[in-house]
């Protein structure tokens, strides 16, 4: 009702898109989640689309899961782990310091297998 006049198209295109962070609750409260959306949008909806990172929704697959789990965890991990034990150089800006360390992740998480 609020904003479903709205002219900008961008706006437009997330007036009915809803999300949910299951990361933090685990695997478990995920694949719930995820098989609740399946039944509901089987039995009420008539157009649904679920983007499922953790690939469950797709594959349905728990192994899938864990790993997609796994691969998010190990990145949180080690930027938090980067921010706690290399302090930036002297003088550096805060951006270029995190900008550092996201690509030394980035780095190390391409050669990482799960």
């Known amino acids: 009702m609020l904003w479903g006049n709205e002219t900008p198209e961008m706006q ?12 933090f609750a685990g ?11 399946r039944h509901i949008s089987k039995k009420y909806i008539s157009y649904f689309r679920m983007i499922d990172e953790g690939n469950y929704w797709e594959s349905r697959d728990e192994a899938v899961l864990e790993s997609q789990f796994n691969r998010y965890n190990y990145l949180l991990d080690m930027f938090g782990d980067a921010l706690k034990n290399i302090p930036p150089s002297e003088g550096q800006d805060p951006l270029e310091h995190i900008k ?12 990482r297998t799960f």
């Open 27 to 37: 695997k478990q409260v995920h694949m719930l989640i995820v098989d609740l959306f």
């Open 100 to 111: 550092n360390i996201a690509e030394k992740i980035h780095k190390d998480y391409r050669n």
């Open 12 to 23: 437009k295109k997330y007036l009915y898109s809803l999300f949910t962070k299951t990361q």
